[in-house]
């Protein structure tokens, strides 16, 4: 994704248009199947929601809050956000870069809830126009991440706090140490920021960011289990170098070979988490 930073390059904007085009294609395709696949999405996301329960944690609390659900996927927590707006005063916005997804929101969600499709890297919101943003596992899929949060800067309000999550460096190495002895010299899984990348980013772009990490572990019943919930969720691999046909079945098999299982026969994966939050006091 890029708008806040201009890419001079035709050739590199015109694949950083052809990789937003199908992250919007692959989370749109798994609208339907996304929710009861998000348990990753669902934790991380509560873990900011609770935060917003906090008392004095919710600004303008009695004349109501303006709060952006960016990268609201399905709806599934925008519809919450919705509840704790502030009544008549208050009103959410659920913004995804992927119509597919905001189709389905708009169909399940409240008929007060407004569905924008907007690119993170450049919002059609007016400066200082926001109390809350809440972003449940999005930054990650972008290019420009300091852009994300500049953004996310321009439009809150003095005041106004900003809740983000994402996944770092170190997710789902498991599978990557399979894929890497099944398929040498060919990515399979995501790459994401290291922490380290992360905490200078957030710091180029917003004041006193506060940064909370957690490595979650799943289980699953065997490796192909895990391909399944990643391709649920619309979370494949998602790489320049990522094969157009389908991977062999001895690739497949050679993976599952190589995935490290436990004692109790599951296989486990990991997820290294990190919450962003932060209040802009001017």
């Excluded at 998000?38 to 873990?47: D, I, K, S, T």
């Amino acid at each position: 994704m890029a708008a806040v930073t201009t890419l001079k390059d035709p050739t590199t904007t015109a694949l950083s248009r052809n990789a937003k085009t199908a992250i919007a294609r692959d989370f749109g395709a798994a609208s339907k199947t996304y929710n009861p696949a998000a348990r990753l999405q669902r934790y991380m996301g509560q873990v900011m929601f609770d935060q917003l329960l906090e008392p004095g944690c919710l600004p303008q609390v009695g004349t109501g809050c303006q709060i952006l659900d960016l990268g609201c996927g399905t709806g599934w927590f925008t519809g919450q956000l919705d509840g704790i707006s502030g009544g008549p005063e208050g009103s959410v916005t659920g913004a995804d870069l992927s119509l597919g997804m905001l189709d389905y929101a708009r169909a399940a969600g409240a008929p007060g809830i407004r569905w924008l499709v907007a690119d993170a890297e450049s919002l059609p919101l007016q400066h200082n126009s926001l109390d809350v943003i809440f972003s449940n596992l999005m930054i990650q899929w972008c290019n420009n991440s300091v852009g994300v949060l500049a953004e996310c800067r321009r439009v809150l309000r003095p005041g106004g706090r900003l809740f983000v999550s994402t996944l770092l460096d170190g997710t789902l190495d498991e599978l990557r140490g399979a894929w890497q002895q099944a398929d040498p010299g060919r990515e399979h899984v995501n790459r994401f920021e290291s922490e380290e990348v992360f905490r200078r980013q957030a710091l180029e772009a917003l004041p006193a960011p506060c940064i909370a990490t957690e490595s979650i572990v799943l289980d699953y019943p065997a490796p192909m289990a895990l391909l399944a919930e990643l391709k649920a969720i619309g979370a494949g691999f998602k790489g320049s170098a990522r094969r157009r046909k389908a991977t062999a079945p001895g690739r497949l098999r050679a993976m599952c070979h190589h995935y490290p299982k436990g004692n109790d026969g599951q296989v486990y994966a990991t997820y290294k988490a990190a919450w962003l939050t932060c209040r802009l006091l001017h």
